[in-house]
Structures are given as structure tokens and as C-alpha cells.
């Protein structure tokens, strides 16, 4: 018995082939941004390592280990790989190692293919992003758009929280994806809620004392920065704590659900039309997968830990192909122009542009933490002239939401994509 899943092992292996080359390729391509990684990533003819910031090797991959740590680093959770990380270091696994480790992974298996419901066994996560469904969250996170007519050139006046946005899209793309056999898991529940399955300010009422209690009590926060968390205001602790810590809870969600892909769901503005208190001409679609990583991402053991499952599996060639088809459908469906690295500041300044039009590589806390291929997509610009007209509009029905034409044609985009990414694989 031990035998066979030795050689399924070695079968599986083989059609696996990971090696050196493919991961330096897989660096130079998507995650070293600027070459800031040049000091801290070597790669030898027969191993990767990681080095600290005095240049001593830290942690080494050799080459007979690729395939087995890509599978550790994919099948297992985030406490299991920070022990695993601190343990082997740069020791160097007998093949006898590598076979015991793998051996004990719980490995996803292969889905049967029923024709009736294409897409059943499959699981996919759905993280509609952020959570101000009302004026006073959506001015915390910062992320609405408020038009009021008596001061521009326009019919009515124009309110449009992109909490909303994401979450009806996220609600369509789940009913289709479940009447094609998926499982589907959205990150969070209403419109107005947190992935804590409740808004900001019951959480605010409920667990804030208590998480910062608990952080101090571990010492992972210190004195001050406790007492400057617990007399701030609401907006105040969302940019020192919340944001990065619900974010967290998000891909930590996602990742127990084992997903197959995950779509991260967004609306862009038009970074050029500063504060948003107008309507833009400009309209760009545009979506994002992990890397572009930078020196200050080693400093925490859990990037790095991130970075080298990026580095040694297919995660990345698999989001970019997801990505791709779905800026792709998002070009074809609602007819915006795709964005290149001139489009926007933050492209040009923050993301590698990868092969497919419209997709960069971005180290965003999602792209980098969810253990999945992804496609984080910015369909649209809600500031943009037209899209404030069609977006404020609610005279469509679509599984018994109200919503309209355009949320509509950005689920059907990330519909299409999904579909067509399953066939391929
Ligand atoms: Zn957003």
C-alpha cells in the first residue's frame, strides 16, 4: 500500500515538474519588484535560499524537495507552515523525507466531471470587498461615491457605495456559479457586514476590547500602542488596526474553505480625479494577481513564508490565466477600454505588468495571503460619467435582487472567466 502512494506520488510528481528554472522565472517575472528581492533570494544551479539581512542563508530549497514543499506550502495552514518553516531551515530532506512528508498531506483530489453540473465539486471563495453600505462607514474606509446635484452638471444627484457594488455582484456570480454545481462561499454576508458577519460598529461594541486585550495580554501589541487603540475613534482604528486585521480574517476564512480559485471582487475610481467630488471621462478595467514583492516584506516571517508559495507552485501562471480571461470578458461585456501600466499612478509605481493585457502582478494582503488561484478584479470606474448614471440605477431583477444592467454584465464577466479557466484545466 505504502508503495503505491509512493509511485501516485511520483506520478503526480512528474506531471508537477517543478524546477529552478521555473521558479526564477517564476521571480523575475511576477514577484522581485525593482529587483528589490536581489540581496535576500539566491538561486544556485541545484537550490533557492532565502537570506537573512546579514547575507547568512536562513532557509534552502533543494532541488529534489521542490515538488514536496510546493505541496506543503499548498495543502496546509498557516501554523503548520510557520513550524515548518523555523524547523527545516536549510537542512537538506533524504528522498525517504520528502515521500513521509508528502505522504501525510491532505491532497485535494481530482473532480469527476458530470456534464449536467459542470462545475460540481468544485469549491469557490468569493470575498466582496469592504463593508460602508451607509454614509458613515463608507467615509471611514473612504470608499463611496457622492455626487450632489445642486453643485455639478448633472441630472440627480449620485450616492454609490462600492461595499454594495461588490457584495450584489458577489451574491449574482454565487446563484450562477450554484446552479452549475459549485460550492461557493462568499467572505461575508449583507451588504452592510464585515467578514465578522456583522457591520463595523456592533463590532466596534462587541470585540474591540477584547481583541486588544487579548494582543496585550500576548504581548503582540505593545503599551502604547494599546492605549492609543482603545481611547481612537472609529476612523482612527480602522486605519491603525482594523483594515489589515479584517483583511486577514478574510483570506484566514477563505483558506479553511480550501478553495479551488477565489474571486476577489472590487469597483476602481480614477486615482486622477482626485477626491471624487466630479464625475471622470476616464474608464479602465484592470484586474490584479500576487507578487511584486519588495525588501520590507521579509521582515515578517509570514510573507516570506507567502512568497515562497508563489515562488514554487502554479499559483500564479494559474491566476494569471484567470485573470486574464477575466479582464478579457470584463473588455467584451461592458466595453471599457483595458488598462496598460500608463493608465493609472499605481500601476506604474506599485505592480509588474505580466503577459495578458489588463492583469499585474500587485502585493495586495489578499493577493498575497489566500492560498488559492485568484483574480482580484477592478472592473470598472464607479466615477466615471457613464457608469454614475448606469450604476445608480436599480430596474433589473437578477435572482431576486434589484440591481441593474452593469452589476449584472460584471458577474456575468467573472461567470464566463470562471467557466472557461475550469475547461481549460
Ligand atoms: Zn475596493
Known amino acids: 500500500m505504502k508503495h503505491l502512494l509512493v509511485l501516485l506520488c511520483l506520478v503526480f510528481k512528474i506531471s508537477f515538474s517543478q524546477t529552478i528554472q521555473l521558479c526564477k522565472l517564476k ?3 511576477y514577484l522581485n519588484f525593482n529587483a528589490s528581492l536581489n540581496d535576500l533570494v539566491k538561486f544556485d544551479e541545484d537550490a533557492i535560499y532565502l537570506l537573512d539581512k546579514n547575507g547568512s542563508k536562513e532557509f534552502a530549497i533543494y532541488k529534489h524537495e521542490l515538488y514536496y514543499i510546493a ?9 503548520f507552515q510557520k513550524n515548518f518553516f523555523l524547523k527545516k531551515g536549510i537542512q537538506k530532506f533524504s ?3 520528502c515521500d ?5 498531506l491532505n491532497i485535494q483530489k481530482n473532480i469527476t466531471i458530470n456534464n449536467s453540473l459542470p462545475l460540481k465539486g468544485f469549491r469557490i471563495a468569493i470575498d466582496p470587498g469592504h463593508f460602508g453600505a451607509n454614509l458613515k462607514d463608507a467615509k471611514i474606509e473612504f470608499k463611496y461615491i457622492y455626487f450632489i446635484k445642486d453643485s455639478l452638471n448633472i441630472n440627480d444627484s449620485v450616492k454609490i457605495f462600492e461595499s454594495e457594488l461588490n457584495f450584489n455582484t458577489a451574491f449574482i456570480l454565487k446563484k450562477m456559479l450554484e446552479q452549475k454545481g459549485a460550492s461557493v462561499f462568499l467572505t461575508r454576508n449583507q451588504k452592510n457586514f464585515t467578514s465578522f458577519n456583522c457591520n463595523y460598529t456592533d463590532w466596534i461594541k462587541t470585540n474591540k476590547l477584547r481583541i486588544i486585550d487579548s494582543l496585550k495580554n500576548e504581548n503582540l501589541i505593545s503599551n502604547d500602542h494599546y492605549f492609543k487603540l482603545k481611547n481612537c475613534d472609529e476612523h482612527d482604528f480602522f486605519y491603525d488596526f482594523f483594515r489589515d486585521f479584517e483583511l486577514l480574517h478574510r483570506s484566514q476564512v477563505i483558506n479553511e ?14 486615482e486622477k480625479n482626485d477626491l471624487w467630488l466630479k464625475p471622470s471621462k476616464n474608464n479602465y478595467t484592470m484586474a490584479f494577481i500576487g507578487g511584486a514583492f519588495v525588501a520590507d516584506n521579509f521582515d515578517k516571517i509570514e510573507n516570506k513564508i507567502n512568497f515562497l508559495r508563489l515562488l514554487c507552485t502554479n499559483q500564479l501562471f494559474k491566476s494569471e490565466t484567470l485573470a486574464g480571461l477575466t479582464v478579457m470578458n470584463f473588455h467584451k461585456n461592458l466595453k471599457i477600454q483595458i488598462a496598460d501600466k500608463n493608465s493609472a499612478l499605481y500601476l506604474k509605481d506599485k505592480c509588474l505588468t505580466t503577459n495578458l493585457p489588463g492583469v499585474f502582478s500587485r502585493n495586495l494582503l489578499l493577493c498575497r495571503t489566500v492560498n488559492s488561484p485568484l483574480v482580484y478584479g477592478e472592473s470598472l470606474y464607479q466615477d466615471n460619467e457613464f457608469e454614475i448614471t448606469e450604476l445608480m440605477k436599480s430596474d433589473k431583477e437578477i435572482f431576486g435582487l434589484k440591481t441593474n444592467s452593469r452589476v449584472f454584465l460584471v458577474a456575468k464577466s467573472y461567470f464566463d472567466a470562471i467557466s472557461t479557466y475550469l475547461k481549460i484545466k
Open 27 to 29: 521571480f523575475d517575472r
Open 71 to 79: 505541496s506543503v506550502l499548498e495543502n496546509t495552514n498557516d501554523v
Open 95 to 97: 528522498n525517504r523525507e
Open 100 to 104: 513521509s512528508l508528502h505522504i501525510n
Open 257 to 270: 474553505f480550501k478553495p479551488h480559485l477565489s474571486i476577489i471582487i472590487h469597483y476602481n475610481v480614477d
